[in-house]
C-alpha cells in the first residue's frame, strides 16, 4: 500500500514538473495580448486576442506588439502598441502625391482601403497637416525625439496602424528601437476572417 502511494505521489510529481516546464518553454515563445482600440482595424478589431511570437524576426508588413513608453512621448508605463512595421533599418520612407514609397519605389498597400493608403496616409492633427513627407520633414518639424533623421536608423523600424486615419504613429513621434519590440503578433486560428488572417500572418517579407 505504501509502495503504490508512493508510485503515485511520483508520478504526480513528474506531470506537475512536466507541466511547469511546458509552461515556461511555451510562454517563452508564444503568448497571447489584446488588441486595444481601432488603429489597426480592419484587419485587427478593438478586444481581439492575438498569438505572440517574442523570438519571432521583425520583418517588413511584420505586425508587431511593442512597448511604446519613451518612444510616444505621450505614452506612460505599460503602454503596448500594436502596429505594422513599414520601414526597415536603413530604409527611405516618403509619402507623395497619395502614394507611399519606400527607397524610391512605390508600395503596393493592399491590405487597406484606398482611402487608407492615400488621404488616410498623411500627416494630420493638432499640430498641423501634410499631404507629402518624408522622414527628413517629419523628424525636423515634428518630432520630440529622433531630430533630425533622414532614414530608419540601424536597430529601429517606422510603423504604422492599418487604420491611418487614426493611428497614433511613427509619423507623430518616430522609430521603435528594436530592444522594445515585444514580439510578431498573428491572429488566432478561429479569429476574425480569411482575409484578416491573411493580411496579418502572411504578408512579412
Request: aromatic share 12%; proline share 3%.
Amino acid at each position: 500500500m505504501n509502495n503504490r502511494l508512493l508510485k503515485n505521489s511520483l508520478y504526480l510529481f513528474v506531470y506537475i514538473v512536466i507541466g511547469m516546464v511546458l509552461y515556461f518553454v511555451i510562454g517563452y515563445f508564444i503568448t497571447t495580448v489584446k488588441v486595444e482600440g481601432n488603429s489597426m482595424y480592419p484587419n485587427l478589431v478593438n478586444k481581439e486576442r492575438v498569438i505572440l511570437f517574442p523570438q519571432a524576426n521583425v520583418k517588413r508588413n511584420s505586425v508587431i506588439v511593442f512597448d511604446a513608453h519613451g518612444e510616444d512621448p505621450n505614452a506612460v508605463s505599460n503602454d503596448d502598441y500594436v502596429k505594422r512595421v513599414i520601414g526597415m533599418p536603413g530604409d527611405h520612407i516618403s509619402f507623395k502625391d497619395h502614394q507611399l514609397y519606400i527607397n524610391g519605389k512605390d508600395v503596393k498597400q493592399n491590405y487597406i482601403s484606398k482611402f487608407q493608403q492615400q488621404q488616410g496616409s498623411e500627416y494630420s492633427n493638432d499640430n498641423g497637416h501634410l499631404k507629402d513627407w518624408n522622414i527628413a520633414k517629419l523628424s525636423e518639424t515634428k518630432w520630440e525625439y529622433n531630430k533630425n533623421a533622414t532614414v530608419v536608423p540601424k536597430g529601429e523600424y517606422f510603423v504604422m496602424g492599418d487604420n491611418r486615419a487614426i493611428s497614433n504613429n511613427s509619423r507623430y513621434w518616430g522609430f521603435v528601437k528594436k530592444d522594445k519590440i515585444l514580439g510578431v503578433a498573428h491572429t488566432l486560428p478561429w479569429s476574425t476572417n480569411k482575409t484578416a488572417r491573411h493580411n496579418i500572418n502572411d504578408l512579412a517579407e
